[in-house]
C-alpha cells in the first residue's frame, strides 16, 4: 500500500495546475481527475505523463467527468447508446494507457426503483465494461456513491457474488457516509475485491474532512483491508472546501503514511 492523492482535492484548479502543486507538495502517487473532453487529448495527456515521469512519480488511476451521465449512457434500456456508450469510454482507457493507469474509478447507476431483473442488468452491463477494460489492460472498479445502486452494501454483496472475478471496487469513505451507510459494511460486502482506496475522515455535522481531522477509526479499517489481503493504494480525496493551507494536504499525507 502506498499514499497519494486526487487531483479533485484542488478543483476547480485546471488539471495541470493541480498537477504541478501537489507534486510541489510532494505527493508522488496520483488519481487524475479528467475534467473534460479537451484533457483526453493525446499530447495533453502525454505532458501529464511526462510530468510525473521526470518527478519519479505514478498516476494509479483516473476518475471520469462523464461519471454524472453514467446511468443514461452506459445502463440505461436502451442497448444501442449502451454500445455507444463503450466506445467513448474505450477513449478513457486509451488515457489509462498513456498515462500508466491501472484503474478507472466507475460510479454507474443512480438510484431508482429496482427489481431483480433490473440489479441482473447493471452487473451483465458492468461485467462487459470490465472485459473491455481488460482489453486496455485496466480494472474498471465500482466505487460505493451516494445516491447510486453502489451505495448499498447488499447490492455490492450480490455484484461481488454475480460478477465473480470480472468485478473490482473502489471504497470511498466519505460516500458511505453521507448515504448512512457504516463505511466498514460496505467494505465488508467488497471484500477481497477492494483494490482502492478513497481516504478522507468524518465527523458529527461533517461527513468529508481531511484524514487525522475526524473521528474514523483508520487502524480498524486497516485490520480489514489487511484481512481482504488488500495491496491497492490509499488516495486521499477531499473536496476543496475541506481545507485552507496547502500545507494541511501535507499533514494528511503523514496520516495515511503512518497506517503503512
Known amino acids: 500500500m502506498r499514499a497519494g492523492i486526487s487531483t479533485a482535492c484542488l478543483y476547480p484548479m485546471l488539471l495541470e495546475d493541480a498537477f504541478s502543486e501537489l507534486l510541489k507538495l510532494q505527493f508522488h502517487e496520483f488519481e487524475i481527475f479528467i475534467n473534460t ?26 476518475h471520469p467527468f462523464t461519471s454524472g451521465f453514467e446511468s443514461f449512457m452506459l445502463f440505461s434500456d436502451y442497448e444501442r447508446r449502451f454500445l455507444d456508450g463503450l466506445e467513448i469510454y474505450k477513449r478513457y482507457f486509451e488515457v489509462c494507457n498513456l498515462l500508466g493507469a491501472e484503474i478507472f474509478v466507475l460510479h454507474g447507476k443512480r438510484s431508482e426503483k429496482r427489481s431483480p431483473a433490473a440489479d441482473l442488468q447493471y452487473y ?125 494536504l501535507v499533514s494528511a499525507k503523514h496520516v495515511v503514511e503512518e497506517l503503512l
Open 124 to 248: 451483465e452491463r458492468y461485467v462487459r465494461l470490465f472485459q473491455l477494460g481488460k482489453k486496455f489492460g485496466v480494472t474498471v472498479a465500482q466505487e460505493n456513491v451516494n445516491n447510486f445502486l453502489s451505495d448499498d452494501p447488499s447490492f455490492i454483496f450480490k455484484m461481488k457474488e454475480h460478477c465473480g472475478e470480472n468485478c473490482a471496487f473502489v471504497l470511498d469513505i466519505k460516500q458511505a457516509v453521507r448515504g448512512g451507510q457504516d463505511p466498514y459494511r460496505i467494505c465488508a460486502a467488497m471484500g477481497d475485491r477492494i483494490v482502492h482506496v478513497h481516504m478522507n475522515d468524518n465527523m458529527p455535522g461533517s461527513d468529508c474532512v481531511l484524514p487525522g481531522c475526524g473521528t474514523m477509526n483508520y487502524p480498524a479499517l486497516i485490520r480489514m483491508l489487511e484481512k481482504f489481503s488488500f495491496d491497492g493504494d490509499l488516495i486521499i480525496e477531499v473536496y476543496r472546501k475541506n481545507f485552507t493551507r496547502m500545507e494541511e
Open 37 to 62: 473532453f479537451s484533457e483526453l487529448k493525446p499530447d495533453y495527456v502525454r505532458e501529464l505523463r511526462l510530468k510525473a515521469k521526470d518527478t519519479g512519480s505514478r498516476i494509479k488511476s483516473l
